[in-house]
């Protein structure tokens, strides 16, 4: 059992930063791979970064590349996303979400069936 609690959302401007925490408990086992969803009204849930937390391999999004930073505090147990340069797209319901592994060959990388373990979602939303 994994619990996750993100924290750090709120409302900016274009151009500004954000850093979003997810605090983790539980199963380390299912904890290898970590990483950030978002979802827009209306939209699909969509991968924004992914780490692997044994290896500290990250993977980002094309359309947060750059922007947008994936790290973790081993010591504290949080994943941290920090968004800077952000655009009104941005705005979304942000999720941390933790399993196994990363990529499921039957979903791909990117697929948000990957991982079992969800946040309650904290809200960023970005005004032009």
């Known amino acids: 059992q994994v619990q996750l609690v993100e924290s750090g959302g709120g409302s900016v401007q274009a151009g500004g930063s954000l850093r979003l925490s997810c605090a983790a408990s539980?199963?380390?086992?299912?904890?290898?791979?970590m990483g950030w969803f978002r979802q827009a009204p209306g939209k699909e849930r969509e991968g924004v970064a992914l780490?692997?937390?044994?290896?500290?391999?990250?993977y980002y999004a094309d359309s947060v590349k750059g922007r947008f930073t994936i790290s973790q505090d081993n010591a504290k147990n949080t994943l941290y996303l920090q968004m800077n340069s952000l655009k009104p797209e941005d705005t979304a319901m942000y999720y941390c979400?933790?399993?196994?592994?990363?990529?499921?060959?039957?979903?791909?990388?990117?697929?948000?069936?990957?991982?079992?373990?969800w946040g309650q979602g904290t809200q960023v939303t970005v005004s032009s």
């Open positions: 780490i692997y937390t044994g290896r500290d391999i990250t």
């Open positions: 979400a933790a399993d196994l592994i990363c990529n499921r060959r039957q979903y791909g990388v990117w697929s948000p069936r990957n991982f079992a373990n």
């Open positions: 539980g199963d380390t086992y299912s904890r290898r791979c």
